[in-house]
């Protein structure tokens, strides 16, 4: 399996942890001798003369691998891996990180299912959980909402969102460090804003709230997803930001044009 990209010289906080024993299983040998590589005194000289662009690329490693973990459980967790989500992975890797990707990340989604398989579901469940705690002690907030939302995206894929996986979504959220407000708010943000209700979900607020508290969800919404704040994972993960970030704004629209504002 070529994984030597993924890799990229080290996986940053992947390397230890929960993580980095999963990363062990799913990449085998390669990734324990990649991370002995770069562990050693003419590496790390290396690396602090070298640019940011390698430091950079372990972030978008850690990030890549990260999504496929948690990937690998919301995918699983209505007990059916879909045809539509794993289309769903295989496009996003495709277009964020390049046509070699695809059949490498794949491999290692599905050597996380046999994992998943080996171990149970209550065993692969406590993993998971403490892997989006390394998850939240490394990475700022805006990187783990850019996680939940490409989650959300998978568990929409097949055009019905099961309860178990709202359930897997928001126990994700929540050893994140994010909120169920957070899930549900996404899980909106597909109507781009079209209907006022979904407006008002995707701002996190009720059509009860006043003016005042709708501008105030908004700047509060755009702040936290702003794209520039997940600029260091490369631009192309800064694409679908804006995405999202051009789907708060239509919410916004929609219900500033049914108040007259």
Not at 22 to 51: C, H, R, Y
Request: hydrophobic content about 40%.
């Amino acid at each position: 399996m070529a994984v030597a990209k993924w890799i990229g010289g080290f996986l940053g906080f992947v390397s230890g942890g929960p993580l980095g024993a999963l990363a062990g299983f799913a990449l085998g040998a390669l990734f324990e001798k990649g991370m002995d590589a770069v562990n050693t005194p003419e590496s790390n000289t290396q690396w602090q003369g070298s640019s940011r662009q390698q430091m950079y690329e372990g972030q978008r490693n850690s990030f890549r691998f990260s999504l496929l973990v948690l990937a690998s459980y919301i995918i699983k967790a209505d007990g059916r891996v879909m045809h539509s989500e794993m289309e769903l992975v295989r496009s996003f890797l495709r277009q964020n990180f390049g046509f070699d990707a695809v059949d490498e990340g794949e491999q290692i989604l599905h050597k996380l299912f046999d994992h998943q398989n080996q171990v149970g579901s209550v065993q692969f469940r406590s993993t998971i959980r403490s892997a989006c705690q390394q998850m939240a002690a490394n990475m700022d907030y805006s990187q783990r909402l850019q996680l939940l939302n490409f989650l959300v995206l998978i568990a929409q894929a097949d055009g019905n969102v099961h309860q178990n996986e709202i359930q897997a979504l928001r126990e994700v959220a929540a050893n994140l460090g994010l909120s169920a407000q957070d899930v549900d708010s996404m899980l909106n943000l597909q109507s781009g804003g079209s209907n006022l209700d979904a407006a008002y979900k995707v701002l996190g607020i009720t059509k009860d709230a006043t003016d005042d508290e709708v501008k105030a969800a908004y700047r509060r919404m755009a702040l936290k997803h702003h794209p520039d704040r997940v600029a260091t994972l490369g631009d192309d993960v800064k694409r679908a930001a804006e995405k999202k970030f051009q789907e708060i704004n239509n919410a916004k629209e929609t219900i500033y044009k049914a108040r007259g504002l």
